[in-house]
């Protein structure tokens, strides 16, 4: 009955680490590990390493870019697409532009989301990109 809550995540998250408060304003990419409270504005995308990275966004909060995290609670303003490797929390302020890439959702009555809802069983993984073999090269080989 008492401290036995059955909605208690497994999912081992990061301590916050990283706290940008309200009235700063970043432009560029940012990129951490850990934890991230943000409370103030980002202009750029947000990208985390570690699989127990988590962003949490205040209800002050507004990002336009895109983020890719492994764990979220959202309760501000995200303009661009959102993948979320893991758990996605999406709080009653949440206002949403853009497309929702997920594996956990949880959702409050009152967030908001304009774009698509997009499951997804495993993260999306990052290609490596092709090798190119210089033009020279293939001209020797082609002339062997």
């Known amino acids: 009955m008492f401290g036995n809550d ?8 990061a301590a916050i680490s990283t ?4 009235g700063t304003r970043i432009h560029g990419d940012v990129h951490f590990s850990g ?9 750029g995308s947000i990208s985390a390493e570690g699989a127990d990275s988590v962003l949490t966004l205040s209800d002050k909060g ?3 870019g895109e983020i890719r995290v492994s764990n979220a609670v959202v309760n501000g303003t995200v303009q661009g697409d ?7 929390e999406l ?3 949440a206002r949403i532009e ?21 499951y997804q069983s495993e993260p999306p993984r990052r290609l490596a990109a092709p090798e ?5 090269s293939k001209i020797a080989t082609a002339e062997a």
């Open 35 to 43: 934890g991230l409270h943000l409370e103030g504005h980002i202009d």
């Open 91 to 93: 709080a009653g302020n």
């Open 98 to 118: 853009g497309n929702v890439h997920y594996k956990v959702l949880e959702m409050a009555a009152g967030a908001q989301i304009n774009g698509k809802m997009l």
């Open 62 to 64: 507004r990002v336009n």
């Open 19 to 22: 706290l940008i408060a309200e």
């Open 6 to 13: 059955k909605r208690t995540s497994k999912v081992a998250v």
């Open 132 to 136: 190119v073999e210089s033009d020279l």
């Open 82 to 88: 959102i993948f979320v490797g893991e758990r996605l």
